[in-house]
């Protein structure tokens, strides 16, 4: 029995979490933070694992991302939203909510229509995401994500 049985839950990822597979792979950052990261999928596929190693300033941020809809244990539907848990090698936790809708994937900070998110879109070939996050009061910065493999 896999474990998705033998914690009660069914069946596979929805179409929402399986469409994020268009950012498996390895990519280039480039903009307000500088370096890599690798989007990879969870046995089972229903959470898409981000490894991250970016510098922002001159300083490093480094951590393990893990995306998916909520499910409590034994609970009986998962998250109507797709959410994120962030965890910063300083030990500090940031939480998200994804959406990918055609070509433009939002990542809210926090809780879905956040005034901090970052919004970007897929080139036609999918190699490309451009993009940039918002802050509230009108902060923020460009990024761009390029493939490499």
Do not use: C
Not at 4 to 14: E, L, S
Not at 47 to 75: C, T
């Amino acid at each position: 029995m896999g474990d998705i049985q033998a914690y009660g839950g069914a069946g596979g990822p929805d179409a929402a979490v399986k469409a994020l597979d268009r950012l498996v792979g390895t990519w280039r950052v480039t903009g307000g933070a500088e370096g890599t990261v690798t989007y990879r999928w969870l046995a089972g596929g229903h959470f898409l694992i981000q490894d991250v190693d970016l510098a922002q300033d001159g300083v490093p941020i480094r951590g393990v991302e893990m995306i998916g809809r909520l499910r409590p244990f034994m609970a009986e539907e998962p998250s109507e939203h797709i959410h994120s848990r962030y965890y910063a090698g300083g030990g500090e936790t940031l939480d998200y909510v994804y959406e990918l809708e055609g070509d433009t994937l939002t990542i809210w900070a926090m809780e879905k229509d956040s005034p901090a998110y970052y919004r970007g879109t897929f080139s036609p070939d999918g190699n490309t995401v451009t993009g940039a996050w918002h802050y509230p009061g009108g902060g923020g910065y460009d990024s761009t994500m390029t493939r490499l493999r």
